[in-house]
């Protein structure tokens, strides 16, 4: 999931070097936190928050394939 991730988020914004993906283990699964440069937050968020909706729900259903579940959380 880790990967799929920084894939997505890497072809979204304009600087990929700044992209940075944390893998935070519990007992409710993995959560994936996102850490992009300031000027392009606002891409990875998008117009009221549908392209940080999108790639929540990709890597949501990757998860699911493999068995997992998985959040994503957009830090600023």
Known sequence: MRELLEYIAKELVDEP???????LHDER???L???VSA???GKVIGRGGRTAR??????????????????VEILD
């Open 39 to 41: 000027e392009d937050l």
């Open 17 to 23: 070097d700044a992209v940075e993906v944390a893998e």
């Open 29 to 31: 699964g993995t959560l």
């Open 54 to 71: 999108a790639i929540r729900t990709v890597v949501k259903a990757a998860a699911l394939r493999k068995g997992v579940h998985a959040a």
């Open 33 to 35: 936190q996102l850490r």
